[in-house]
């Protein structure tokens, strides 16, 4: 069992920055791929950012050059660094880990998710 805790969230001004964080119960040097997700009011959940275990990262269209994702194995956590924000970009955010429990089977764990609102 992996259990994230989600940290960072909060209001911020259009152009503002926000970093948030996702700590996990367990050493994510073993964990194969982690992510950001969103969330905003009456929108399906989507990908914002993930990071495999060897440090390969993948970004949304919407967030590419703005957002940085990393993470700090050290200390068992991943990072979500956003710039340039804009009211779009207010939802729920969510951190995820996908762990490999044997060949083919691979189990999802979701945060409790953290608010982020753009507004001036």
């Known amino acids: 069992q992996v259990q994230l805790v989600e940290s960072g969230g909060g209001l911020v001004r259009p152009g503002g920055s926000l970093r948030l964080s996702c700590a996990a119960s367990?050493?994510?040097?073993?964990?194969?791929?982690m992510g950001w997700y969103r969330q905003a009011p009456g929108k399906q959940r989507e990908l914002v950012a993930t990071?495999?275990?060897?440090?390969?990262?993948n970004y949304a269209v919407s967030v590419h050059g703005r957002f940085t994702i990393s993470r700090d194995n050290a200390k068992n956590t991943v990072y979500l660094q956003m710039n340039s924000l804009k009211p779009e970009d207010t939802a729920v955010y969510y951190c995820?880990?996908?762990?490999?429990?044997?060949?083919?089977?691979?189990?999802?764990?979701w945060g409790q998710g953290t608010q982020v609102t753009v507004s001036s």
């Open positions: 995820k880990a996908d762990v490999l429990v044997v060949v083919g089977l691979i189990n999802n764990y």
């Open positions: 367990v050493s994510i040097s073993s964990i194969n791929n």
């Open positions: 990071i495999t275990s060897g440090g390969s990262t």
